[in-house]
Each structure stands twice: as C-alpha cells, then as structure tokens.
C-alpha cells in the first residue's frame, strides 16, 4: 500500500530514473588520465543528453532503515517544463513537478499536496529545485561545472572533480569516469549536521547516440539513519509526443508534509 511518505520516496525517486528502449549498455573503454581541468570540463559538457521529450517506466526499490520496498512507476519528461510521474499498473497515485511547485494526490486516502521543494531538499540533505530535479534525472550535475571554478585530480583512475575553494556549508566532489566523461558518482557532505548525499551512477547506456544512465543508486544519510534508493531501468522512448494529464480530484484532502 502506499503510504503519503513512501509516495514522496516514489515521486523523489521517479525523477532519478530512467531508461531507454534500444539501448547499448557501454563497456569499459581506453581511458584518458592525461587531460587539464579545462579539458575534463569540456569533454564532460560535450556529453550533456539533448531531448525534448523522454517517457520510461522503470522499478524503484527503496531501502528507509529496517522497512524495504518496491514499485514500478511511469516517469514522463517535457525538458526544462515538467515532470510527470504514474504508479502502475494503474495511476493510483499521480506526482507532477514544475518549475514552480510540486504536487501529487493518493486515490487510497483521498488526499493531495500542493507545495515548494522544502520537503524534497529535507529528505535528501541538499537544497532542490527544477533544474536541480532534472539534472539528477539526466545524471549531471547538481551544481553547474565550469573549469574556472573546479579543480581537478586523478584517483584510482577516475577523474576527482571539486571547487577550487570549497562551500562554508557544504563539500562537493564529482567522481568521473575518464573513458566516457560521464559522472560516476556526485557527493555532498555537510559535516556540521552529519548529513551525506551520494548518487551512484553504476553504469550508463547508449541511447541514439546520446550517453545515459542505465542503474543509479541514490543513498542519503543524516546522523545513524540511512535512506537507499536502487534504481532498475525497464524501457524508454524520447522525443515522442507525450500527454501530461494531472488534475487533483474534487473533494480531496491537503495534507502538510513534515
């Protein structure tokens, strides 16, 4: 059953995801350990995916402390405008983001939210709009990379990404993959309240030329207590004309998300 905090666990979690149809998973290549800051940056940039439209339905495992679950959603996108997510088989539970609010509704209890990213940003541990939201979706980065104000270092063959002068609140690392220069691994740590945000792209796909992620893992901890999302992609069609229905049904109750 879906309860309203495994729903935004869902709806977090469906804008992490997805996949494509007729897709090439891509192997290991010759890595490139060799180049400048600039250079990294320019070679990462170059591989940002173009779309207008992106539809996926994928399987979201969500691991909150000692309680385990699973779903299947519909994930619908309209680039830099709207982000539409479904529970299947049936739209049970309906999720739309904007770049001004985000909003869902339960059919099981009847209720609905309307509201700003405030609870998304606590959940995670990092401060979350749009551009954030899709970035993740698209695995790049939270935080716009640009050679003048990023560093970089080789580590265990990878590239090491971080600002030259790191954040008063926050540390930020960039994990990339020296061979497609695409992120590995994007972490920010805020040492003063315990809490880390790691999202883990485990390996990545070719989709009509373009480089995706294929299976992410997203963990958030604060303090003792840990929240790990695991990411199954089953198929994707891009820039296909896609529908965006969202209405929240008379008669239905606001909730407030704490």
Do not use: W
């Amino acid at each position: 059953m879906f309860s309203n905090k495994h729903l935004i666990y869902i709806f977090l979690a469906g804008f992490l995801v997805f996949g494509c149809k007729s897709t090439r998973t891509i192997a290991p290549g010759e890595k490139n350990l060799n180049l400048s800051t600039k250079q990294v940056v320019k070679e990462h940039l170059k591989q940002t995916p173009e779309f207008k439209t992106l539809a996926s339905r994928v399987r979201i495992d969500i691991a909150d402390g000692e309680k385990s679950s699973g779903y299947t959603v519909n994930v619908r996108v309209e680039k830099d405008k709207q982000i539409l997510l479904m529970s299947t088989p049936i739209s049970i539970v309906k999720a739309l983001i904007t770049p001004e609010k985000l909003s869902f509704y339960n059919k099981l209890d009847n209720t609905y939210f309307e509201g700003d990213f405030k609870y998304l940003s606590d959940l995670l541990g990092t401060e979350l709009d749009f551009q954030k939201i899709q970035n993740l979706l698209i695995g790049e980065a939270l935080y716009d990379v640009s050679d003048r104000n990023y560093k970089a270092s080789v580590l265990e063959e990878t590239y090491v990404l971080e600002p030259k002068k790191q954040l008063e609140l926050f540390e930020l690392f960039l994990i990339m993959d020296p061979s497609i220069f695409k992120l590995k691994s994007q972490q920010i740590t805020q040492l003063k309240t315990f809490r880390h945000l790691q999202i883990d792209y485990l390996s990545h796909q070719e989709v009509e030329k373009q480089v995706f992620p294929e299976k992410i893992k997203v963990m958030a901890v604060e303090g003792e207590k840990e929240m790990i999302i695991k990411l199954e992609f089953k198929s994707i069609s891009l820039n296909e004309d896609l529908r965006f229905p969202f209405s929240i049904p008379s008669g239905y109750n606001l909730i407030e998300l704490k």
